[in-house]
């Protein structure tokens, strides 16, 4: 379980912004599990959620970074609620799959050149004695816009995808678990996102999502 605790260059849990970040955050809150919870609508909510910004370098995905920029992808947003536990004391792993998302935008399909969404973050947290999923991924705006009812998290039960948009149609599907982590494995996400989307790694045809610069 110390492995789930600690900081990590990427999960920067003892960085003062994430320290202050989580500490408004809770407030007096005093239950782990509402501390939790509280934590999940904050990084849900109050960090946009932006996919067109990629940045492969250990200093750009760092939980810190993010929440000052207030907008990551779903990576960057379960990094920082997974060091905002890990500050409070609650074990934190990041988890990753590649889902097909059925509603994504046809500019971003075109960017991808894919429906497939590969490494999709969430992270697991250990809350009364057992290990539950939670997804801090996709804002309440960005769900209105698409007609999909947000994600909640309650802290008893897992909260991973919205399977159906508000019509009963089609929204996420997962295809592939790659498994839970300590830290985030930067060298194997490179990899995948290589072995997906090799155009993006191309100079003359990265449209700007994948990046080594902040």
């Known amino acids: ?13 003892d960085h003062p912004k994430v320290i202050e970040f989580a ?9 782990t599990i ?5 934590l999940y609508y904050a990084v849900r909510d109050q960090i946009a959620y ?4 990629v940045v492969l370098t250990e200093e750009g995905m ?18 920082v609620m997974a060091a905002a536990c890990r500050h409070l004391g609650i074990p934190s792993r990041l988890g990753f799959a590649n889902v097909r998302n059925h509603l994504s935008t046809e500019k971003f399909r075109q960017l991808l050149r894919s429906d497939i969404f590969v490494f999709h973050g969430y992270l697991s947290i250990y809350l009364e004695g057992k290990w539950v999923k939670a997804t801090p991924v996709f804002d309440k705006n960005l769900c209105d816009r698409f007609k999909v009812v947000p994600l909640d ?3 008893r039960e897992d909260s991973i995808f919205q ?5 009963g149609e089609r929204y996420m599907e997962y295809l ?29 045809e990265n449209e700007g999502i994948i990046s080594s610069s902040d």
């Open 176 to 204: 592939h678990e790659y498994g839970e982590f300590a830290d985030m494995p930067l060298a194997l996400f490179t990899q995948e996102l290589q072995k997906y989307y090799p155009h993006m790694f191309d100079p003359t």
């Open 153 to 155: 998290f309650n802290g």
């Open 34 to 38: 509402d501390q939790a919870v509280a």
């Open 163 to 167: 399977e159906f948009d508000n019509n």
């Open 1 to 13: 379980m110390k492995a789930y605790l600690q900081a990590t260059s990427i999960i920067d849990c």
């Open 50 to 53: 932006n996919p067109y910004r």
């Open 62 to 79: 760092r939980a810190s970074r993010t929440i000052i920029r207030g907008q990551g992808y779903c990576g960057e947003k379960s990094i």
């Open 23 to 31: 500490e408004k955050t809770v407030g007096n809150l005093s239950k």
